[in-house]
T-cell receptor
Framework: GDSVTQMEGPVTLSEEAFLTINCTYT??????LFWYVQYPGEGLQLLLK?????DKGSNKGFEATYRKETTSFHLEKGSVQVSDSAVYFC?????????????FGTGTSLTVIP | KAGVTQTPRYLIKTRGQQVTLSCSPI?????VSWYQQTPGQGLQFLFE???????NKGNFPGRFSGRQFSNSRSEMNVSTLELGDSALYLC???????????FGPGTRLTVT
């Protein structure tokens, strides 16, 4: 079945450090891949997405490239800020399945210290 | 466009009671999904509705049920509440065929 495996946290970085959060997936079809972010006390917000192999999703300085050969969708940011402190979720949607069920990773908590 | 709204935002209930949570999707979205989020289990899929029909269901007991109305608004109901049902319940909407889901702020349910 479909699943997402995400790097476990928590992750603590200093401001302006480089961020990588690893995400790999298993899917029967050709999924779309997403990164969501959750700030304390809020719901999930879509951060970026990629719908086919080699696509790069980007938003607010974050990037992730859909790598079919390694079934990965790692999240990166070159210089993190304190305001990036949040929980990040990798997710997939497999159009070969009935409906639009999403599969989420377990989430990675990021804390950025000044 | 207005985002996904969920009511109420906070609820406190006693074991054995039942509860109904409401979700209004983004205008034009026909798919609504529900998730339970807890510190121990993370995000767990409950069910998805599309055009008033349940399309997918997660691995939850029958105490958890839902429905969707003709205007795409959705409700979920939990009967005979247990302490372990304390969680943040998130609703998400999408256009339905595929593509990103947009989440509401959630309903925080506390069972005492």
């Amino acid at each position: 079945g479909d699943s997402v495996t995400q790097m476990e946290g928590p992750v603590t970085l200093s401001e302006e450090a480089f961020l990588t959060i690893n995400c790999t997936y298993t899917a029967t079809g050709y999924p779309s891949l997403f990164w969501y972010v959750q700030y304390p006390g809020e719901g999930l917000q879509l951060l970026l997405k990629a719908t086919k192999a080699d696509d790069k999703g980007s938003n607010k300085g974050f990037e992730a490239t859909y790598r079919k050969e390694t079934t990965s969708f790692h999240l990166e940011k070159g210089s993190v800020q304190v305001s990036d402190s949040a929980v990040y979720f990798c997710a997939l949607s497999d159009p070969s399945n009935t409906g639009n069920q999403f599969y989420f990773g377990t989430g990675t908590s990021l804390t950025v210290i000044p | 466009k207005a985002g996904v709204t969920q009511t109420p935002r906070y609820l406190i209930k006693t074991r054995g009671q039942q509860v109904t949570l409401s979700c209004s999707p983004i205008s034009g979205h026909r798919s609504v999904s529900w998730y339970q989020q807890t510190p121990g289990q993370g995000l767990q899929f409950l069910f998805e509705y599309f055009s008033e029909t349940q399309r997918n269901k997660g691995n939850f007991p029958g105490r958890f049920s839902g429905r969707q109305f003709s205007n795409s608004r959705s409700e979920m109901n939990v009967s005979t509440l247990e302490l372990g049902d304390s969680a943040l319940y998130l609703c998400a909407s999408s256009s339905g065929t595929s593509g990103e889901q947009y989440f509401g702020p959630g309903t925080r349910l506390t069972v005492t």
